[in-house]
Nanobody, 122 residues
Framework: QVQLRESGGGAVQAGGSLGLSCAAS????????LGWLRQAPGKEREFVAG????????EYTDSVKGRFKISRDRLSRSVYLDMNMLKAEDTAVYYC???????????????WGQGTQVTVSS
């Protein structure tokens, strides 16, 4: 089974930047979409960004377009999320997961890691 581990979270002031990494171990089977999702206290988990593993096609939720960039390195089996111009609303635990397709549907993602906390102060 695939295991995912998120890292790179921390505390940052609004307007700052932060880069997240997701390292995959084990075999990636039937996973065509890798995504970053986040969950704030008291809120539902929401889709942030996704990338198609094969060709690099990306998808973002409207609130992060132009600020976040998702990328992947097939050789190292990693997926990244570069976050810029961070806002207080971005505060959440960020998770990476895999899906059978590139999608913005939260329920399609699985194999979540422990998550990494991103706290943006304003």
């Amino acid at each position: 089974q695939v295991q995912l581990r998120e890292s790179g979270g921390g505390a940052v002031q609004a307007g700052g930047s932060l880069g997240l990494s997701c390292a995959a171990s084990g075999r990636i089977i039937g996973a065509y979409g890798l995504g970053w999702l986040r969950q704030a206290p008291g809120k539902e988990r929401e889709f942030v960004a996704g990338i198609r593993w094969t060709d690099g096609t990306t998808e973002y939720t409207d609130s992060v377009k132009g600020r976040f960039k998702i990328s992947r390195d097939r050789l190292s089996r990693s997926v990244y999320l570069d976050m810029n111009m961070l806002k207080a609303e971005d505060t959440a635990v960020y998770y990476c997961g895999q899906a059978s397709r590139l999608t913005n549907e939260v329920q399609a993602y699985e194999s979540w890691g422990q998550g990494t906390q991103v706290t943006v102060s304003s």
